[in-house]
């Protein structure tokens, strides 16, 4: 690539001039430069060396868009005579809690105010106290589920028809009455990274007396585990085609929960969600007898009482003929 340095064929450079035509020089003819070129076609460079409309070095004032200008540096520029000296700020109460969440983005987003319609649909009404919260109120005791009275969750666990797997344990354990009947709730957690995630809720009632193992299930869910049980009808077509009792017995204690019309009228009222069983574990004053429900969540108030209402009418259809 040649450059005006090169030698070969362009010289040293050093006799090198700008065009005239560029320079605004008298060409090499003599002839004085004119201001435009000869035609129609405009010489931009001779308007380069021309001084601007309005500049200031030569004393014309430089164009700016109207209200460029800041306020002049005086004392009395905050004082604003043309405002109206009877205007007061709005008065009224400040914003409230949820006014101030609706404030999104950096420095706060433009949204318009929602429909109160739309405010009460999705106002959250979750687990605001949490089970643990309902527990204490309700004079329940509470445990980790790490201590020596719950050592025997571990054996429950064994026999829930869900299978729980071996990385289950039991944690929230909560113990109180209710009603007339004693429970034992707690959630069943499995390691999810550095914390437990609670995939099941169990609830325990006790049982007087010896029962039979059972399991009553909704009739859409399958079933693992059920070698030795037999199915009992209610005599009941909506009850049977939307649940199934199976025992390993046929006897007037499984007949009389299988017709049992309070349990019919609980159970055929849910969304068909939760699975009971009975079983027996080994605790310190012998083998005690239960019957306990499981539901694939975690346990808050509303299902501490939901299952606490089926237990109820479960035990009562169970402990009619002692």
Known sequence: MSTPRDRDGFGDGSDW????????????GGEPATDEPAGDEPNFADRRKRPRDGDPSTGGAAWQP??????????????????????????????????????????????????????????????????????LQHGWTVSDGSGPEDAVLKELLDSCP?????????????????????????DVVYPAGRAWLAKYAITVAPLLGTVPALRLSPARLWKHGIGGLVPVLSGDETFDRRWQLLAAEDGPQVRRLAQDPAVHGLLLGTDDGD????????????????????RPDGHRPQLIEHHARLLTAIVGALAAGY
């Open 162 to 186: 869900v299978r729980p797997g071996r990385e289950a344990r039991p944690a929230g354990v909560l113990r109180g009455r209710a009603g007339a009947v004693e429970l034992v709730a707690f």
């Open 66 to 135: 109207p209200g460029w200008d800041l306020p002049a540096a005086t004392p009395d520029r905050d004082r604003q005579p043309d405002a109206d000296p009877s205007w007061a700020p709005p008065t009224g109460a400040p914003p409230t809690a949820a006014q101030e969440r609706t404030r999104g983005g950096i420095f706060g987003s433009r949204q318009r105010p929602r429909d109160p319609e739309m405010e009460r649909v999705f106002t959250y009404e979750g687990n605001r106290l949490g089970a643990r919260n309902w527990a």
């Open 17 to 28: 001039q700008e065009p005239a035509h560029l320079s605004g020089d008298e060409p090499a």
């Open 275 to 294: 699975e009971f069983w009975t079983g027996a574990v080994r605790g310190g004053g012998g083998v005690e007898n239960y019957v306990a429900a499981v």
